[in-house]
């Protein structure tokens, strides 16, 4: 139930409305200086404008949960990795995650891609070797 005399704010409103001018804040219980609460206020004060970008503009995204979950993988691998055994098979756990990741950039399914590379590696030319890295390698045809 709503407060008489309290409007409900409207579904869009303009981005002059909506800024953070000093003074014209509404009274509300007043934060100790120094807490974490007036830290958090002060941080996303300062930070004002690019906050509020998405609303000027429609290309950029409200949020930024896309690039959360593409470095999700190396985040959560992070404390793995320093149990690799030794720095050259930490070496070549990154090199394979490298190729992995960027199969995956090139629209190509990793396990076909590795599959298919590793299968034509024995038998690819030194000089050919550049037509099975992910941005130029096409599945080969069988016939």
Do not use: C
């Not at 804040?25 to 830290?39: D, H, I, K, L, Q």
Request: hydrophobic share 40%; charged share 20%; aromatic share 6%.
């Amino acid at each position: 139930m709503r407060e008489p005399g309290i409007e409900p704010p409207s579904r869009s409103l303009p981005a002059r409305s909506i800024s953070p001018a000093r003074g014209t804040e509404p009274a509300f219980m007043p934060v100790p200086n120094g807490s974490a609460t007036a830290r958090a206020i002060d941080y996303s004060l300062k930070r004002w404008v690019a906050l509020t970008h998405y609303l000027s503009d429609g290309q950029v995204p409200i949020d930024n949960n896309w690039i959360v979950n593409q470095i999700r993988p190396i985040a959560l691998g992070r404390k793995n990795w320093l149990f690799a055994g030794s720095l050259r098979a930490g070496k070549r756990a990154a090199a394979i995650m490298s190729l992995i990741q960027s199969a995956k950039l090139n629209g190509h399914e990793p396990l076909a891609y590795l599959k298919d590379v590793l299968t034509r590696l024995p038998t690819q030319t030194a000089i050919r070797i550049d037509k099975l890295l992910p941005h130029r390698w096409k599945p080969q045809i069988l016939t």
